[in-house]
């Protein structure tokens, strides 16, 4: 079965830190991949995206890497804000599963003041 | 506003019943999905429509049924056949299909409790 493994589980981070997600999957027939971001009690809402063409995309604070050979993406926030603590999600969009999106386990990500 | 709109937030259920969710939106969004969503765990997909009184099975399907009568309606049913059914249940819709747009859009969640 089709993986995206996400780490760490949690993170603490200082405010004006950089905060770092990683992703790892394990098919190749994936063509896009988002990150998710979700509050408590809410529902997920996409943050950025990339596609494996673009080694890098960057969204203000916001920046994804993309490591095609080593099917690795990961997600840095950079001058880490407490706003930013929430539950982060990677996904993967999956050619051969009818374009479905696989998920990552989610990083739940705290920001100390 | 435009938006995906869920309910109830918090239900609970007792075991051997059957209890529907309800998610309605107002985007004009031609695919909606079910998600369920575990402590520890990604998001699991139960069913998704990409049009009207068509859907299909997603990962984990089994003990749930759903419906598309309405481009704007798609409840799902959480049937006593589902073992595990505690869980936060997530519905998201798109403009299209996944394979045109990567973006989903998510209601806030109904929290369902078996008791």
């Known amino acids: ?113 | 506003d435009g938006g995906i709109t869920q309910s109830p937030k918090y239900l609970f259920r007792k075991e051997g019943q059957n209890v529907t969710l309800s998610c309605e939106q107002n985007l004009n969004h031609d695919a909606m999905y079910w998600y369920r969503q575990d402590p520890g765990q990604g998001l699991r997909l139960i069913y998704y429509s990409q049009i009207v009184n068509d859907f299909q099975k997603g990962d984990i399907a089994e003990g749930y049924s759903v419906s598309r009568e309405k481009k704007e309606s798609f409840p799902l049913t959480v049937t006593s056949a589902q073992k595990n059914p505690t869980a936060f249940y997530l519905c998201a819709s798109s403009p299209r299909g996944l394979a045109n747009t990567g973006e989903l859009f998510f209601g806030e969640g109904s929290r369902l409790t078996v008791l």
């Not at chain 1, 780490?7 to 992703?23: A, D």
């Not at chain 1, 999956?94 to 989610?106: F, K, M, P, R, T």
Request: charged fraction near 20%.
């Open chain 1, 1 to 113: 079965q089709q993986q995206v493994k996400q780490s760490p589980q949690s993170l603490i981070v200082q405010k004006g830190g950089i905060s770092i997600i990683n992703c790892a999957y394990e098919n190749t027939a994936f063509d896009y991949f988002p990150w998710y971001q979700q509050f408590p009690g809410k529902g997920p809402a996409l943050l950025i995206a990339i596609r494996p063409d673009v080694s890098e995309k960057k969204e203000g604070r916001f920046t994804i890497s993309f490591n095609k050979s080593a099917k690795q993406f990961s997600l840095h926030i950079m001058d880490s804000q407490p706003g930013d603590s929430a539950t982060y999600f990677c996904a993967a969009r999956g050619v051969d599963s009818n374009y479905q999106l696989i998920w990552g386990a989610g990083t739940k990500l705290i920001i100390k003041p």
